[in-house]
């Protein structure tokens, strides 16, 4: 498993240079949001687009996220449901979601309390009942019903379990990510048909 060359190089420059500091870093966030609060409120995006996979192809789709370096995803239809499951399908984006926000969460508080990480890994599965979105059976929900993680966990401090479940424990409070799953928020679906015709004659 390795990332995009530069990808790599663009973290390599980070993990090359002197270990930075997250108080360092949060400090004078938490006193600008403290005194506009305004200004803490973030909008994270991702969309699809139709350039390259025609609108028009059941199978797969293609998903553009971050901003600062936009990354592209090729997309499967689970093989579940008819599809393929060649690139990862929807689910597995949120699987990857949740994971990479506890990793990241985990390695900000560690830093933040002066804990060395030697090795980290955090593994998410979700399972679905998938007759819910193919309508085969009754009441069979939409969506998935179970959720597991697994965090695998190593520092170069002689920590007891003790500390190392406060520092998950601190992690998964300030996970984004879990947290949204665990209250998830009103989803607003805004529509836009364009009608080809009136906008030909325009």
Known sequence: MTLDPKHLRHIQSFTEAETPSILDRQ???????HSTPDAAWVHDHARTVDAQVPAGHPLHAHVVCGEGIPVDLPVSVHKAVGGESDFPCPGEILAAALASCLDTAI??????????????????????????????G???????????LKVDLQTEDDLSNLHLNALVDAAERS????????APPTVEIERRFDDLVNLGAA
């Open 175 to 182: 996970c984004v990510i879990l947290q949204t799953l665990r």
């Open 27 to 33: 400090l004078p966030l938490r006193k600008h949001y």
């Open 107 to 136: 390695r900000m508080i560690a830093n933040l309390k002066g804990i060395t990480l030697s090795h980290l890994e955090v593994t998410v599965s979700f399972g679905a009942d998938v007759r819910g979105t193919l309508m085969t």
């Open 138 to 148: 009754d009441n069979v929900p939409v969506g998935f019903q179970t959720a597991q």
